[in-house]
C-alpha cells in the first residue's frame, strides 16, 4: 500500500479554533452554539432535525426513498422507526427488545430486515401502508448467553431469496434462507464484522473485518471465502458505486476511507478525513454516502462532529472539498436527491441530570425527558442524550466554505495546540513534550462512578447542589479537606458516559467506535460481555494506552489495579509493571487495604531508588455494594475510599520524593449519580508541593485535560486528538512548592458497618452483579445507594436547574474565594 494516495482536507479551509476555556458553555439543546463538555463544540447545520431513539447507529433508505428506517441501538428503549424522508416525520416505530446496527429494505420495500442483537435472530417487519406491520424471526442460534452471535450488517440478495448477515461475537458469515427461515451456510471469517454489502451482480459479498483490518470477499455461487483486501484500522461501514467497480471503507481507528477498485482488489488511494494532517485517532470515521450522481463522497467523522467532503469524481484522484458541521456524534449518512440525512447519535448537546438516576417526585418539573407515554424518565447518562436527524440541503461552494471554517472554529484540536500546548512561562507544567519539569514522579489515581454533586456539593467554596450531596464531608473529610488544601476544581467534567468507555479514556484520552457502540447493549441488560479494561483487542485504541506510550519512551511505569489484578495484567504492556498484591476489582476488599499494599511495595520500590515514573492506582470502591445484606453499607464503602485516598496521599507527603511528586485523581465516569450542571461533571483533585494551595480554580477541565497534564510532565506525546487539544491544568500549579505535607483526617463514620435491613432495596440488591465493574444495572443500583442514604421511601427534592458554570476569561479570577 506504500504506492496508494493519501488526500487530506486542505489546511487552507482551517480558521482559528476558540480556546474552550475562555467561552461561556452551554447545555441547551436549542443554542445556536453549544459547548460540550469535552471542549468541543456544536453549530448542527440543517434545515430541520427530527428526535430519533437512543444511540441510532443505522439508517437505510428504500429503494423508492419514501422510506427512512433507522435503528435505535442504545442503554434503554430500542426502536425501529419509520420515517418519511421527504416530509421529514416520524411515520411508526416500535420497541425492539435486543437490536444492534443490521437493517436492510426488501428492494420492494414491503419488508425491512433489522438485527435482532444478542437475541441471535434477524426480525423480518411487513410494511404496510407506511406502517410495521406484523413481524417474522428468522433465528440464527438460541439467545444469549446459551449462544453468542450478535448479527450486524444485513445484505439481500431478493431474487434468490437470501439473507446474508455478519456477526461480531462468533465472527462468522450466516446465510440464510428466507423461504425456510433456515440456515444454509455459517463461514468463519476470523474477526469481528461490521457490514456487508453485495455486488450489482450478487456475485460477491464484502464484508468489513472491524477486528481484521480488511475486508472479506465472498462468493454467493461457489459459498467460499475467495480474498481478502487490506484496510486501515478499524473498517466499518462499506458503500459501493453502482457500477460495483469502487468500494468506499470507512476506517474509524485511521481517521480515513479506502477507495478500492474492486476488479483489481487494490487499493486505490486513502482518503484521510482529519480536520488537520494528522495520526492521532479521534476523528473516528464510521458512516458514508454518496451524492445522487456519485461524484461526491460524503463522510462522517463521528469524534469530530462533522461530515468530511470529497470529490470522488475519479477514484483514485479523490479532492477534498470541505466540511459541514453536525450534532454530536454522528454515525450515519444518507443522501436523497438533494438532501444529506445525518444520525446524530448523541443528539445535539449534553445534559444536566438533577433528577436522576434516582426516586423523583410524581409531580416533579425538573426538565426530566418525557417517553412516548408522557411518563418522565430517569436521567441516568447512560441513556439521556438522545439521538437526532438532520435534514442538510446539499452546500454549494460558498455555503460550503462558510461551513468548513465553522467546523475548525468548533474544533479546539489544531496542529498549533498539538505540538505546544497553552501554559505559561515559569510553569511547573511544560508546553511542549521534551521540556523539563521538576515534576519527576506521577501518581494517576482512578476511582469509580460519582458526580461533582454526590460527593462536593455541600462545599460553599464551589457550585454544589447540597440537595444532591448524599457522602457529604461527613462521610468524606479527606475529599473536603484535600479540595480545601490545595485546589478545588468545580467545572472539571469526565470524556466518558459509564466504566465501559471511561476506563478508555482515563488511560488513552480515547474509547474506539466499537467500545462507544458495544457497551450500551450490556449496559441495557441486553446481553454481552464487558470487554473495555484489555479482554478484547477490539476495543484497544489503535496505538495502546498510556502504559504503552510510557514503554516505548523508555520511562519506568507500575498499575496498581487498573488494569490488572490477582497478579495478573490484561495488557501486554503491563506484564513486569503490575504490583502482583494489589487487587483489581473487587468490593470485598477494603479500599484501606489497598492503599496499605501499594505503600508496602512503594516503600520497598523507594529503598531501592526504583519508584516509577507513573504508577496508576485503582481505588474503587465509592463504587459500592448496594444494599445487598452483609455487604458494607454505601456510606461505609465511600468513606472507606476516602480515608484511603487521604492515607496514600499522607505517606506519598511525607515521603523524600514529595518536593518532586504530584497526584492526580478521578473518576473514570460520573454514570452513578445526578448533578445540576451536567451529567458528565465529576470531583478532580491536583495535590502537590506545587499545587496552588487553598484555591478555587472554576476553570473548565476535563479527563483528556488531565491526561495531557501528565504527559506533559513526562515528556510523552499526546494519544488522540482530544488530549492534544485539551487544556493542560497549568492553572493549578506555581513555580514554587510548598512542602508541608497533608495529614489524613480521620473517619467520622463506620468503615465496618454492614448492610442488616431486610427491605426491597435490599431484594433487589440480592441480583445484582458485582464481580465486575457495572455489571450490576446502574439505574437500579443508583436508586439503591439513594434510599440507603435517605430512607426507603425517600424521593428527591424538586433539585435546583443549572447550566454550565460561566467561565471567567482571565486565569486567575475567583481564585483564593
Partial sequence: MSSTRRVCISLLLAAQALAAWAQQPTNNPKASQILLPNGWLLTPAGSSSLPLGDLPLNMQLSRSGQLLAVTNNGQSKQRIQLIDPKAGTLLDQQTIRKSWYGLQFSADGKKLYASGGNDNLIIAYSIVNRKLASADTLRLGQAWPKEKISPTGIALDDARNRLYTVTKEDNSLYVVDLKTKATLKKVSLGHEAYSCVLAPDRRLLYISLWGGDKLAVYDTQTEQLVGEIATESHPNEIILTRSGKVLFVANANDNSVSVIDTKTRKVLEVISTALYPTKLTGSTTNGLALSPDEKTLYIANADNNCLAVFNVAEPGKSSAKGFIPTGWYPTNVKTLGRKILVANGKGFSSLANPAGPQPVKKSDNSGSHTGVAGAPEV?????????????????????????????????PFTK?????????????????????????????????????????????????????????????????????????????????????????????????????????????????????????????????????????????????????????????????????????????????????????????????????????????????????????????????????????????????????????????????????????????????????????????????????????????????????????????????????????????????????????????SEHFDFASEDAAPDLDLTEVVWKAIKGEDAVVPAPRRGAFLKLEQKRRDDDDD
Fill in 379 to 411: 436521567q441516568y447518562i447512560g441513556s439521556l442524550f438522545k439521538g437526532t436527524l438532520s435534514f442538510i440541503n446539499q452546500p454549494k461552494a460558498d455555503q460550503l466554505k462558510a461551513y468548513s471554517a465553522q467546523v475548525y472554529a468548533n474544533s
Fill in 416 to 764: 498549533q495546540v498539538a505540538e505546544q500546548a497553552k501554559g505559561e512561562a515559569g510553569n511547573p507544567i511544560p508546553r511542549r513534550v521534551g521540556e523539563k519539569s521538576p515534576i519527576k514522579y506521577v501518581f494517576y489515581i482512578i476511582k469509580e462512578n460519582r458526580t461533582y454533586d454526590q460527593i462536593l456539593g455541600d462545599m460553599p467554596e464551589g457550585n454544589g447542589d447540597t440537595t444532591l450531596c448524599i457522602f457529604p464531608e461527613k462521610v468524606t473529610p479527606n475529599h473536603h479537606a484535600l479540595a480545601r488544601e490545595f485546589v478545588l476544581l468545580d467545572n472539571f467534567y469526565v470524556n466518558a458516559e459509564v466504566s465501559a468507555d471511561g476506563h478508555n479514556w482515563s488511560m488513552a484520552a480515547y474509547a474506539t467506535d466499537y467500545t462507544e457502540k458495544t457497551w450500551p447493549t450490556s449496559y441495557g441488560g441486553r446481553g454481552g460481555t464487558y470487554d473495555y479494561e484489555g479482554t478484547r483487542k477490539i476495543a484497544y485504541p489503535r496505538d495502546g494506552y498510556i502504559w504503552d506510550y510510557c514503554q516505548r519512551a523508555g520511562l519506568s511505569y507500575r498499575s496498581y489495579g487498573e488494569f490488572a489484578g490477582d497478579g495478573k495484567a490484561t495488557l501486554k504492556s503491563l506484564e513486569g509493571h503490575i504490583a502482583l498484591k494489589s487487587p483489581g476489582f473487587d468490593m470485598d476488599i477494603k479500599d484501606v487495604e489497598r492503599t496499605r499494599i501499594w505503600r508496602q511495595d512503594f516503600d520497598s520500590l523507594l529503598a531501592r531508588g526504583a519508584v516509577p515514573q507513573f504508577s496508576t492506582i485503582r481505588l474503587g470502591n465509592d463504587h459500592t455494594s448496594g444494599q445487598r445484606k452483609g455487604k458494607f453499607t454505601p456510606t461505609a464503602a465511600v468513606a472507606d475510599n476516602d480515608l484511603a485516598l487521604g492515607q496514600l496521599v499522607e505517606h506519598l507527603s511525607k515521603s523524600s520524593i514529595w518536593k518532586e511528586s504530584v497526584i492526580f485523581v478521578l473518576e473514570d465516569d460520573a454514570q452513578n449519580g445526578p448533578d445540576h450542571v451536567d451529567a458528565h461533571r465529576s470531583p478532580a483533585f491536583v495535590i502537590s508541593p506545587y499545587t496552588r494551595r487553598g484555591a478555587v480554580d472554576h476553570t473548565m477541565y476535563s479527563t483528556s485535560g488531565v491526561l495531557r497534564t501528565m504527559e506533559l510532565i513526562l515528556g510523552l506525546p499526546p494519544m488522540s486528538q482530544y488530549d492534544a487539544a485539551a487544556l493542560p491544568l497549568f492553572n493549578c500549579f506555581q513555580a514554587m512548592p510548598n512542602l508541608a505535607p497533608y495529614q489524613v483526617k480521620a473517619a467520622q463514620v463506620n468503615l465496618d458497618a454492614r448492610n442488616t435491613a431486610w427491605n426491597k432495596s435490599a431484594e433487589r
